[in-house]
């Protein structure tokens, strides 16, 4: 919210902060009033929730999902896929 705040004192308006990513949209919708602190929080993870079930989705039809845990994890994956990208 503090870094959604800064934004909005630097100029950058309401409205293309809603577009640019869930957490700013639910931390200006906050900030404007229109969502209590916990509903904005509520409906956030719900957005969450449901993003990451759209992504999962695609996936599932256009891929392997790959899980990694840190940075070395995924500089292999990346490694491996740039080696033989049809499999």
Known sequence: ??????????GVSNDWLEKIGLDY?????????DLSRLMAIDEAQTASRQYIGR????????????????VT?????VEKFLKNPTK
């Not at 919210?1 to 630097?10: K, N, R």
């Not at 994890?73 to 994956?77: L, T």
């Open 25 to 33: 949209r639910y931390a200006v919708r906050f900030l404007n009033g």
């Open 55 to 70: 992504q999962q989705t695609w996936w599932r039809h256009h891929g392997t999902i790959i899980t990694v845990n840190s």
């Open 73 to 77: 994890e995924a500089r292999a994956e």
């Open 1 to 10: 919210v503090s870094e959604t705040q800064g934004l909005i004192d630097q």
